[in-house]
């Protein structure tokens, strides 16, 4: 009934972009926060950039900022992470969610505990 789906996952060298698109069902984005998540094998899963619902302000970790850009377009019912100047560590199954929680701090909006819809998640692959 709920569902998020992600798209855009492939391959790409080094210093390459792609755009993933999280497209939800059941639900509309409007009144929740969206973030994306990804997780490398053997490693765990850690926020990457999130899209608030009050102000529409972003958040990135240290990682990828400066790097990658989280938009929304709520006619569409659809958010992006644009990746570029991408890395070989950058590779993971990266995976969309949504959240209706308060962010009171910056850099507490990447909690997986907050985030009620989960994608099945899209494989980006950087290598050369």
């Known amino acids: 009934q709920l569902q998020l789906v992600e798209s855009g996952g492939g391959l790409v060298q080094p210093g390459g972009s792609l755009r993933l698109s999280c497209a939800a069902s059941g639900f509309r984005y409007d009144y929740y926060t969206v973030g994306w998540f990804r997780q490398a094998p053997g490693k765990e899963r850690e926020g990457v950039s999130y899209i608030s619902t009050s102000d529409g302000s972003t958040y990135y970790s240290d990682s990828v900022k400066g790097r990658f850009t989280i938009s929304r377009d709520n006619a569409k019912n659809t958010v992006y992470l644009q990746m570029n100047s991408l890395k070989p560590e950058d590779t993971a199954v990266y995976t969309c969610?949504?959240?209706?929680?308060?962010?009171?701090?910056?850099?507490?909006?990447?909690?997986?505990?907050?985030?009620?819809?989960w994608g099945q998640g899209t494989q980006v692959t950087v290598s050369s």
């Open positions: 969610a949504a959240g209706s929680f308060v962010i009171m701090l910056e850099e507490d909006g990447l909690r997986v505990g907050d985030y009620d819809y």
